[in-house]
């Protein structure tokens, strides 16, 4: 039986437009999740020269009838829906049909394929949407499709492509996305014919440890804790990393029913029942898997579909909250267990489920930090030419004190700068660069811990957002909420500011937050880390003492006292010199 069929426009049309292949990972992920959805357990990938000139997909999936595979590439072919009813209820990763028409449009593509009932298979040559051979052939059941030469014959697409290592890396990524999800099929990816992943069927557990445990001896998801929570509602699970393992750059990952997600609101969920045990910028992996009817999420609101928006949001981010807070105690009070083969092993204190008339257990101590000591621990003093270059910070005690207990005295010259006579020569501190400096690390450690205060505004300020920005803007939303901002959303591309840090009041301070706009998209960061470093960096600019301004003694005795208290008090976070040292050598030497 042939299953193809052509969806009516009316139903196309209301299936968000939008360009479904914009580079090889999108190609990839299309033609991975076409394998997922043909139901096959071995998959296997090769691209060479990052899919450029090569993108293969060869699966053992369920095939398709010689018509199928000629109609599987016309638009709005699907064997997936048949209207616009049928959206609500998707349970297969494509839905739209337009795939393989899209891709065929811009590459060269060749696709053999067979079912298990049928005894030849069908190949297909396919150029820039025209078939150019057509034919019988023999195959083994499921398809292997080679996708040659994207974008050939869309020049301004191709120069548009990155270095092949980043093609790589994104391709990497959206393989990763779907990879672990789906631990029970086997997956290789093989890049110029060196095999670089292999994935054998396990359990999601030991999927992230084959994925993120490699090369190294030590056991990756023996860091994890297991996640649990069964609502009506909403069942979670998944894991959540250690609070001492929270890095930089952590592997943060969400599934909602097989497929991948971004999604700001919950990961703030997460942060918050963090909150309290990282430094400043850490943050925790977690890999949370969801599991809702369909008709609770749509997921057909953005075009490459990483952004699902859930009916009950509020509820879910509690739900999820109590769920980590619930782990983070458990593993508290059981530090020595053995998680890691535990993805199948039933803890007893697993069985109690939230919400259970049980008395709460274990609480988590908001003001434990694993990090302390390394934050505030003082650096060992240098000796020696080191120390001309490593000031070793006679203050570093947080006290303007000398260790002979004699009192530092500041001296401001020019407005400009701060002279500072030391037992280590005579600091030069530029004012500006060290508030900065200070500001960074204060904003920084603000994102780990509760909300900073907010001041509404009488007459909130309207910014208007580029269109390209705005989902980049609602991925900063958490840390902007975080820092004190309250945006509200007006229009597809407004926002008003309603609600600011108290250290703006009385400033304009839609450029403020343009300005970190524009940081995190110049910088092209992706993802939790990199674009929160931009945020701060740009509110730190923006809120830092501007150069020239005169300071009084307490002002400065402050600021240096802060400056001193940091770990890194010597560069602001984009690199620049805070601090110059005129040794007394380097005195001396202009009186010889
Ligand atoms: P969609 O996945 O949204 O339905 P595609 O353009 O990706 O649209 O694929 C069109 C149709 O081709 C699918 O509905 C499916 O029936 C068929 N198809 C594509 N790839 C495969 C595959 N690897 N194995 C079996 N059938 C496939
Ligand atoms: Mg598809």
């Known amino acids: 039986m042939d299953i193809i069929h052509l969806l009516p426009d009316s139903v196309a049309n209301q299936i968000a437009a939008g360009e479904v292949i914009q580079r090889p990972a999108s190609c990839l992920k299309e033609l991975v999740e076409n394998s997922l959805d043909a139901g096959a357990e071995h998959i296997r990938i090769l691209v060479r020269d990052a899919g450029r000139t090569l993108l293969q997909v060869v699966d053992d999936g369920k095939g398709m009838s010689p018509t199928d595979a000629r109609m599987a590439f016309e638009r709005h072919a699907t064997s997936k829906i048949s209207s616009a009813q049928d959206l609500f209820s998707l349970r297969t990763m494509g839905f739209r049909g337009e795939a393989l028409a899209s891709i065929c449009a811009v590459a060269q593509v060749e696709m053999q394929t067979r079912r298990v009932e049928d005894e030849v298979g069908a190949l297909l040559e396919i150029e820039g ?120 750059n952590a592997q943060q990952y969400f599934f909602v029913n097989g497929r991948f997600m971004r999604h700001p609101y919950f990961h703030k969920a997460i942060m918050t029942a963090f909150s309290g045990m990282l430094p400043g910028d850490f943050a925790p992996s977690y890999f949370i898997y969801f599991d809702i009817n369909p008709e609770a999420i749509d997921v057909n609101i953005h075009p490459t579909k990483t952004e699902i928006k859930f009916v009950d949001e509020q509820a879910i981010f509690q739900i999820l909250m109590a769920a980590v807070r619930e782990s983070l105690g458990k593993f508290d009070i059981a530090p020595s267990l053995d998680f890691n ?193 931009s945020v701060v960096l740009s509110l730190s600019r923006d809120t830092a003492i501007p150069a020239g301004k005169h300071l009084t003694e307490e002002e400065m005795k402050d600021l240096i006292t802060r400056l001193f208290a940091l770990k890194n008090y010597q560069h602001t976070p984009d690199g620049k010199r805070v601090i110059s040292v005129l040794s007394d050598e380097d005195i001396m030497g202009k009186f010889a």
């Open 341 to 533: 083969r535990s993805g199948e092993i039933e803890m007893p204190f697993m069985t109690a489920t939230p919400g259970s008339s049980s008395a709460p257990r274990v609480t988590v101590n908001p003001g434990y930090s694993p990090f302390r000591r390394e934050t505030y621990a003082p650096q060992s003093s240098l000796t020696g030419w080191e120390s001309l270059y490593q000031p070793s910070a006679p203050a570093r005690t947080g006290l303007l004190f000398q260790p002979d207990g004699e009192e530092l005295k500041p001296v401001l010259y020019k407005d400009r700068y701060i002279l500072l006579p030391t037992a280590d020569g005579l600091w030069i501190i530029d004012p500006r660069r060290a508030h900065q400096t200070v500001l960074y690390e204060q904003y920084m450690a603000q994102l780990g811990r509760q909300k900073a205060e907010s001041q509404q505004v009488l007459f909130p300020e309207v910014m208007a957002v580029h269109p390209d920005q705005v989902s980049v803007l609602e991925e900063m939303m958490p840390d902007l909420e975080q820092l004190g901002f309250c945006l509200e959303r007006l229009s597809k591309t407004e926002y008003s500011i309603s609600g600011i840090p108290s250290v703006l009041s009385g400033k304009t301070v839609e450029p403020v937050v343009q300005n970190m706009l524009h940081e995190v998209v110049q910088t092209e960061q992706k993802a939790s880390d990199g674009w929160r470093r």
């Open 129 to 248: 949407s025209r078939v150019t051979r057509s034919e019988v052939c023999n195959c083994s059941v499921g398809t292997n499709i080679k996708v040659k030469n994207l974008f050939y014959n869309v020049p301004a697409r191709r120069r548009f492509l990155k270095t092949d290592q980043t093609e790589l890396r994104n391709l990497l990524n959206e393989f990763y996305h779907i990879a672990l999800v789906y631990p029970r099929v086997n997956f290789t990816f093989a890049s110029n014919e060196e095999v670089l992943v292999d994935l054998s069927a396990g359990t999601e557990k030991q999927r992230i440890e084959q994925v993120f445990g490699k090369g190294s001896s030590r056991s990756y998801t023996a860091n994890l804790v297991d996640v649990r929570s069964d609502t009506d509602m909403v069942s979670i699970r998944g894991f959540v990393g250690k609070p001492e393992t929270a890095s930089r």
